[in-house]
């Protein structure tokens, strides 16, 4: 039976896949290396879906290790690549971590897919790679700017990688999804984002401080040139985000596709600053957060948010979900991994 890989599947947005995934029918292999990810979000998979998928901890830095994975799991025909660093101020200070991660690994599993007949790949890329785009709502053919960090350019590196790859490899097939703001949970609280440390992004800390965990969120800003001030960005719910990957593989396992590399911006189309996600917090907290509004933060854009026509028409895939509601299952998972 064909087998869809997902590295990096214990993660915030691979383990809302795999439960997408489980929900269509596929088999699914996890490989993780479980430095930013327990192993028990394995259980909240199956308490989910019903069905636990198969689990190897590797490191997929270990190229022998990768081609002894393919080697084992001849029927792997799909990957949905989203092991990789993700913390856009670690990067700055360990470039050479985030190169060897997120660049090495990549290549190693492009290596064994282009080996194969037939190859579906999907790639966790980044509006990041935008930087602060000229034109809003963001299109594909934005032009991709300057990295801010190492972590941006490893996915625009990401990107030419997989489009070099796919121009002399006609049987591997790719789609880049390039994600604007991921939030919230899966509405079960089973799953969610289990930042390990201090969280990267803004609504984790929002509902660390509504939880009590934090004392009060600095708001970064608020001279900015929009309407109250604070920056915007596209928050889209996770199991928005992962239906999208799923639409996105079976688009390539049923060869729907007319070019062997493509690039989708997976967002809501909204944009919504900081000050307005408080407000949406403070709906489902049912009181004022504890906020200040301190500096801007170093290399903080002021304004993104996508235009998803292409995802629309061509995947087929809209977000369905509102800010509201992401925001109200951020909080419940928040609750619940506290209690
Ligand atoms: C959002 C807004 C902050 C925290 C990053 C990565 C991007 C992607 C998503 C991986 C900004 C403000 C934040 C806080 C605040 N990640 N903020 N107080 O920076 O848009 O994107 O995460 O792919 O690649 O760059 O997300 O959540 O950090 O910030 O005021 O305590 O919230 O200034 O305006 P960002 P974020």
């Given at each position: 039976m064909m087998q869809i890989l997902v590295t990096g599947g214990l993660g915030f947005i691979g383990s809302h896949t795999v439960v997408e995934l489980q929900a269509k029918g596929f088999e699914v292999v996890v490989i993780d290396d479980c430095s930013n990810a327990d192993e028990k979000v394995l259980d909240g998979i199956e308490k989910i879906s019903g069905k636990k998928p198969i689990f190897e901890k590797l490191d997929l830095k270990d190229r022998g290790k990768v081609e002894d994975f393919f080697h084992r799991y001849?029927?792997?025909?799909?990957v949905i690549h989203f092991a990789a660093s993700k913390a856009v101020g670690e990067s700055v200070e360990k470039p050479l971590l985030y190169y060897e991660n997120n660049i090495g690994t990549l290549v190693y599993i492009l290596k064994e897919l282009s080996k194969k007949n037939k190859a579906s790949f999907i790639f966790s890329s980044s509006?990041?790679?935008?930087?602060?785009?000229?034109?809003?709502?963001?299109?594909?053919?934005?032009p991709v700017k300057e990295a801010e960090s190492p972590y941006g350019n490893t996915k625009q590196i990401g990107e030419e990688i997989i489009s070099d790859t796919c121009k002399v490899t006609p049987n591997l097939n790719a789609i880049a999804l390039r994600y604007f703001n991921p939030m919230g949970a899966h509405p079960s609280a089973e799953?969610?984002?289990?930042?390990?440390?201090?969280?990267?992004?803004l609504v984790p800390f929002i509902t660390r401080t509504g939880v009590g965990l934090r004392k009060e969120l600095s708001?970064?800003?608020?001279?900015?040139?929009?309407e109250d001030g604070t920056c915007i960005r596209d928050y889209i719910y996770v199991v928005d985000l992962a239906k999208a990957h799923v639409v996105a593989l079976e688009r390539l396992l049923a060869s729907k596709?007319?070019?062997?590399y493509e690039v989708f911006n997976v967002g809501t189309g909204k944009g919504s600053s900081v000050l307005e996600v408080i407000g949406s917090f403070e709906k489902v907290y049912g009181k004022k957060l504890n906020y200040r509004i301190v500096g801007r933060r170093q290399g903080d854009i002021t304004t993104a948010y996508a235009d998803t026509t292409k995802a629309n028409n061509e995947l087929g895939w809209k977000s369905i979900y509102s800010l509201d509601d992401a925001m109200e299952s951020a909080w419940k998972w928040e609750q619940k991994i506290r209690n």
């Open positions: 001849p029927d792997v025909e799909g509006c990041t790679v935008y930087g602060q785009a000229d034109k809003m709502p963001i299109t594909e053919d934005a799953i969610g984002e289990l930042p390990i440390g201090v969280p990267q992004n708001v970064f800003g608020d001279d900015y040139p929009t596709n007319p070019k062997n």
